[in-house]
């Protein structure tokens, strides 16, 4: 009995880690596996190229607006009853997606997709957290959950373009259904677990910071189109800074607020959030545009597009357990840091030797660093989230670093895409762009990697000097 009892339990904690991860994978593939799909999609709804950001952006945007709310429901209620209630609204969305008529159907049955995605996302983390008690230990499991994201993320373009190719556009949205039940399935093995003593809601921080990401969002979508001058794009802007305010004074005068500002002051945990939405914004942004160029530029196939994204992945997959171990021993730092910068070389290669036929050698050198990149931040950015948190405040911990990843990932598309389509414009139903038409849109490319670039850079000296050995 002696020998048995630690085996059932390691059992039981593998089986929790692997449903987790299940769903993340699902959850997370949902906001990369449509990129591929995008040309396909645009000439079959006639869609603007506004209209496609915001296919992707709906989801990404409800998704990060009510994170933190869902990380608080699940202290309260029960972090696997948010799980599961999560799980069946996500599977309903996604096979309400693949039969939608309209464009404007499939961007609202998105964002039911996103809010169903919230749930899940810091409940299961929170889950992770509570059942793997030993540092070490929890540091290797949250180095898994970490590079199941950066897999699924990279493996989104692969698996979408076989679907696309194979079975059409839709068929991205109904393969959620069989696997969200073979991991409603695995729920019922998942321990409960809540904060002993939950917070009280707060609802005015959770609508300041929904309402600053929408009118954000909004405008940089809308700002090539409308005009960067005009009173619309002018007076959202405005709003979102006012309610960024707004959500930091509510935040500072609330007795029981949303996140506490003294632990935003920790300077791990802001440098986790910082190099979070970079790193996205540059793995966003790269994910879509990129798939917009392989085909409507290149004229490769949904498949063959897909595929090209498999450097990415395969070192994505490589080195975030490799980055799992470093973090569990030596701590963030190294890990971050060169993460960072092999970010910013991706961005620089790209943004150096963007063409209309770039040497596909050359694009895949970016194509490699950026997946290295992005399998060693991962797991560092999470474990300095989740360190600077108690126990009781997992569900919070654990949406903060979510919450920083679809901000970023939002960023990607809306500010690199106002980059790059005030540059070049698409017209709906274009497959292919040529001539003087797709140079103008690898020149927007340029300069959209170039600000990602940028970004990474600075975020490498942030995390030299965040994530200092205590």
């Not at 506004?50 to 709906?58: I, K, R």
């Not at 709003?239 to 996140?259: D, K, M, N, Y």
């Not at 990129?290 to 450097?311: C, D, H, K, M, W």
Request: proline share 5%; hydrophobic share 50%.
């Amino acid at each position: 009995m002696v020998v048995t009892e630690p085996t059932i339990n390691r059992k039981r904690a593998a089986l929790t880690l692997a449903v987790c991860c299940m769903a993340l994978f699902m959850t997370t593939l949902d906001s990369t596996i449509l990129n591929v799909a995008l040309p396909s999609l645009q000439r079959g709804l006639g869609s603007s190229e506004s209209g496609l950001q915001w296919t992707v952006d709906s989801y990404v945007l409800v998704r990060a607006s009510v994170l933190f709310l869902c990380g608080s429901l699940g202290d309260r209620f029960g972090r696997r009853r948010l799980f599961g209630l999560g799980l069946g609204v996500f599977i309903a969305a996604s096979a309400c997606c693949g039969l939608a008529p309209s464009l404007g159907m499939l961007i609202a049955f998105r964002a039911v997709q996103g809010a169903g995605s919230a749930m899940m996302t810091p409940a299961s983390l929170a889950i992770i957290t509570n059942t793997f008690t030993d540092p070490r230990s929890r540091a290797q499991a949250v180095g898994i959950w970490g590079a199941t994201s950066g897999l699924s993320t990279a493996a989104g373009p692969v698996l979408g373009g076989l679907l696309v190719e194979t079975l059409g556009w839709r068929s991205v949205f109904w393969v959620n259904v069989p696997i969200g039940l073979l991991v409603l399935l695995g729920t019922r093995r998942l321990s409960e677990s809540r904060a002993p003593k939950p917070r009280p809601f707060d609802i005015p921080g959770q609508a300041a910071i929904a309402l600053a990401l929408a009118t954000l969002t909004y405008a940089l979508i809308s700002g090539p189109d409308s005009g960067w001058g005009s009173a619309l794009i002018v007076t959202l802007l405005v709003v979102s800074v006012v309610a960024w305010f707004a959500f930091g004074r509510l935040e500072q005068r609330s007795a029981q607020p949303l996140i506490e500002l003294r632990e935003l002051a920790q300077p791990a945990l802001m440098a986790a959030i910082f190099l979070a939405i970079m790193a996205f914004l540059a793995l966003g942004g790269y994910l879509f545009f990129n798939t917009l160029y392989l085909q409507n530029v290149r004229g490769f196939s949904p498949i063959e597009a897909g595929l090209l994204t498999v450097p990415t992945t395969a070192c994505t997959m490589v080195l975030a357990p490799i980055s799992g171990r470093i973090t569990g021993t030596r701590g963030a730092r190294f890990p971050a840091t060169i993460a960072c910068v092999l970010i910013a070389a991706s961005m620089a290669v790209l943004a150096v030797t963007i063409e209309p036929a770039t040497p596909m050698g050359v694009l895949v050198i970016g194509y490699v660093l950026l997946g290295c990149g992005m399998g060693l931040i991962n797991t560092p950015i999470t474990n300095a989230a989740m360190s600077s948190m108690p126990p009781a405040r997992a569900g919070v911990a654990a949406a903060t670093t979510s919450t920083a990843r679809q901000i970023g990932t939002n960023l990607g598309v809306a500010l690199l895409g106002s980059v790059i389509f005030s540059t070049a414009a698409m017209s709906a139903g274009h497959s292919r762009l040529t001539g003087h038409a797709a140079v103008l849109f690898t020149h927007g490319l340029r300069y959209g990697y170039t600000l990602a670039g940028v970004l990474a850079l600075g975020c490498s000296v942030l995390a030299w000097r965040a994530f200092r050995p205590r």
